[in-house]
């Protein structure tokens, strides 16, 4: 048996070391879990990003591309306006009095002599000088003569776009190409390399709205006479005849003065102004012509390519986060006059569209930050950011440029809690596991000893019961069969014998009613008749039937009844108790020099006593409990003296029990035991 219980308890122990190896390492991989779901929410969020950016640079690329090339001109005549007439109204660009157009800054338009014209002023009115918005144009226009026009390519004087689509020769295009190449290949590259060796959870994530190369090229067609118009206000800008300088003059106090007035009424006052302007000069045109003569109908085309992104050093480049200035260029071919029209990129818009997709990104994302690192203004915010550390780089490759992203972690342990709650969480189970498994092999191992104590005991049981049921057995059987053959001459030895023989049945008898009672008990059989009646004649009837086996062994009995009136007992149970307690101290107290057993009785509110003292060898303290187990008895069953089988004072307790009370043992004076009884006082 303990062979099963030692293999048992090893698969169990091994059962449990597999389970604990295998939760820690199912937390490892939860951790793991949860660092690439992390990962996984920077990834998202900069994709989010990367779109939302993409689509506000997609919609802005696709309003300039859209743009009328009139629009780049201080004055222009729009089409279908009044057709037919060969007046035209001149209208107003709509791009004056603004430089800056959401992410476009400065609109421009070189000329083919590498003359610069802008829709905000004339270059040749006075002034302009005088005014701050035309002083930031005029240094914006210096800017370009000075960092732009000069990498440009020019054939036969005529500045053009460096792209191989417009037929530019190489030889013109290596000035751009080294600048560019500087600029957007070189540095990019090292930069990536540099910002992927220092963060390891980074990735480019491609935004070409500015670079459209996919972007096919826009043919128009215009009638002769509209195109003629326009091409003529572009020219007038130069005009210095006194008319056209006087009226361009009066246009020019009335743009410098719409700050302050509705849009409305400034277009409109523009509109009339620039009619007025423009029949003068049609006028004149027409009669330098011949008066007469009607506007051709013949039709031109207009060829309006994609815009080229350029990044240029010079101006303010430092301040760049794309190494240079960025300039976003298209070509726009007239018969055969080339013009370039564009904008400066503006940078601080388009971080701020960054920075509002990117909050707009993190905002229904728990624990989340963003910074850009290649902005200046970022040293200001690193109180706010170090409280957090970078946990994934998005680098926006605008296709000439890169714009580094980083998504911050604010709670940079909020993973680590978690796991820490869980592991703690995993092993508080596996601990409640573990000790209630050491529990159940504690109470198997102590249950299976308990099995073997009580096989033991059953065993000394059965050979203690052959035993008593032989001896008075072969008792009666002797003195029955020297009666039967009359071997017995005198009446005082018949009466002896018949005396031994009835003493000899009633000892089987309480023999075979213990195992009885026991066996009732176990099987929750056994039933009690509750009677009112006087405890003390039941004692002492027991008593006096006690008395002659008690005189056989040596032993007197003393009674000390107590005043106990009538009360409710089961008369067997009691008889039992009583009989078993006596012929406990008979047998145990054989070898006392004082063969006295006293017997008493007591009464309190709670319960009645019933006590019966010797004055034996006593009962030693740690086995006071023991010996009211069923089967026990002291010593070893071979070595043992004393007769019984181990129930008698089982049952004493469960009698006890049965009245609602207890069985204890105390010491008696000079030597002895007292076995103490107290049964429930049910009046």
């Not at 990536?192 to 096919?216: C, F, H, N, P």
Request: aromatic fraction near 8%; charge should be neutral; charged fraction near 25%.
């Amino acid at each position: 048996m303990y062979r099963r219980l030692v293999i048992l308890s090893a698969i169990i122990v091994t059962a449990l070391t597999g389970l604990v190896w295998l939760g820690y390492h199912s937390i490892r991989i939860r951790s793991k879990g949860l660092e690439g779901a992390r990962i996984g929410e920077f990834a998202a969020a900069a994709e989010q990003i990367r779109q939302d950016v993409k689509r506000k640079l997609d919609e802005f690329m696709q309003r300039e591309q859209n743009r009328p090339y009139t629009d780049y001109q201080y004055y222009y005549v729009a089409e279908n306006v009044a057709p037919g007439r060969q007046q035209m109204p001149v209208l107003r660009s709509p791009l004056a009095g603004r430089l800056y157009n959401d992410l476009a800054y400065g609109n421009f338009q070189i000329e083919p002599d590498g003359k610069i014209v802008t829709p905000y002023y004339r270059e040749e009115t006075q002034s302009a000088e005088k005014d701050k918005f035309f002083s930031e144009v005029k240094l914006h226009t210096d800017n370009i003569e000075r960092n732009l026009l000069p990498v440009l390519a020019s054939t036969s004087g005529v500045f053009r776009l460096p792209s191989n689509d417009l037929g530019i020769a190489s030889k013109e295009q290596g000035k751009l190409g080294d600048v560019s190449k500087r600029s957007t290949g070189e540095e990019k590259a090292g930069g990536k390399q540099a910002l992927k060796g220092e963060v390891s959870r980074a990735k480019e994530y491609t935004i070409e709205s500015l670079k459209q190369d996919s972007k096919q090229t826009q043919v128009l067609e215009q009638p002769r006479s509209v195109v003629a118009s326009n091409t003529a206000q572009s020219v007038r800008q130069q005009d210095t005849t006194a008319d056209a300088e006087q009226e361009a003059t009066q246009v020019e106090e009335q743009t410098q003065t719409s700050v302050s007035r509705p849009s409305d009424e400034i277009q409109q006052q523009q509109e009339r102004q620039g009619q007025e302007a423009a029949n003068i000069n049609e006028e004149q045109a027409l009669t330098a012509q011949g008066g007469t003569q009607q506007v051709q109908a013949e039709t031109v085309q207009i060829r309006i390519e994609p815009f080229v992104p350029l990044v240029i050093p010079g101006g303010d480049s430092g301040q760049s986060i794309f190494g240079g200035q960025v300039f976003l260029l298209r070509h726009v071919q007239i018969e055969d006059k080339h013009l370039l029209q564009g904008f400066q990129l503006n940078e601080k818009k388009l971080i701020e569209e960054v920075e509002e997709s990117a909050g707009r990104a993190i905002s229904t994302r728990e624990h989340m930050n963003f910074e850009l690192p290649q902005i200046k203004e970022v040293q200001a915010k690193e109180t706010a950011t170090k409280a957090g550390e970078v946990a994934y780089t998005a680098i926006l490759d605008f296709g000439f440029g890169d714009l580094v992203l980083n998504l911050i972690e604010t709670d940079p342990g909020w993973i680590n809690n978690r796991i820490d709650r869980l592991r703690n969480w995993y092993f508080g189970i596996i601990t409640i596991v573990l000790l209630a498994v050491t529990l159940a092999l504690a109470s198997l191992w102590r249950n299976a000893r308990a099995q073997l104590k009580l096989s033991q005991k059953k065993d000394d049981f059965i050979s203690a019961v052959s035993h008593e049921l032989r001896t008075p057995l072969t008792s009666i059987r002797m003195y029955s069969e020297m009666l039967e053959k009359d071997w017995v001459k005198t009446e005082d030895k018949r009466g002896e014998y018949y005396k031994n023989m009835r003493q000899e049945s009633e000892r089987l008898s309480r023999l075979i009613e213990n195992v009885l009672d026991f066996s009732r008990i176990q099987k929750g059989r056994k039933k009690y008749t509750f009677n009112a009646g006087d405890i003390n004649r039941c004692v002492s009837e027991v008593v006096e039937m006690m008395r002659p086996y008690a005189s056989q062994n040596g032993f007197s009995i003393k009674t000390d009844f107590g005043q106990l009136g009538q009360t409710t007992f089961d008369k067997d149970a009691v008889t039992q108790i009583v009989v078993n307690l006596l012929d406990n101290a008979i047998k145990y107290a054989r070898d006392a020099g004082d063969k006295t057993i006293t017997v008493r009785t007591r009464c309190d509110e709670q319960f009645i006593q019933i006590e019966v003292e010797d004055h034996g060898p006593g009962v030693p303290h740690l086995q006071r409990k023991k010996i009211f187990e069923e089967f026990y008895r002291s010593g070893a069953e071979a070595t043992r003296e004393t007769t019984g089988t181990g129930l008698g004072l089982a049952l004493v307790k469960k009698f006890a029990q049965a009245h609602n009370g207890f069985v204890e043992i105390i010491t008696a004076k000079p030597t002895g035991a007292i076995f103490r009884v107290a049964l429930s006082a049910q009046k």
